[in-house]
């Protein structure tokens, strides 16, 4: 994410990793293993982008492994 440092900074990164060791079910697909957050007021609507609130685990670069999709690239900046 080029120009987003407070997307990509260590602490966010941290963040990020301890929400999804909580849970890894896609709000999506609802099958494990998601990878990325998604954010569901979307940060380009107006989302907080570090709000935890704003935050829902979902499949991205790595696709989810059951179903095969990128469930958050498939979403994009909608809301749901």
């Not at 569901?40 to 979902?58: E, F, I, K, M, Q």
């Not at 991205?60 to 179903?67: E, F, I, K, S, Y």
Request: positive net charge; hydrophobic residues 30%; glycine residues 10%.
């Amino acid at each position: 994410m080029a120009g987003r440092p407070d997307l990509t900074n260590y602490a966010y990164r941290k963040r990020r990793a301890a929400f999804l060791a909580e849970s890894d079910v896609c709000h999506i697909c609802g099958h494990p293993a998601a990878d990325v957050v998604d954010h569901l007021v979307p940060v380009s609507r107006g989302g907080s982008p570090t709000d935890t609130d704003n935050w829902a685990p979902a499949h991205g670069v790595n696709h989810c492994p059951t179903c095969g999709r990128n469930c958050n690239g498939a979403k994009g900046a909608k809301t749901q």
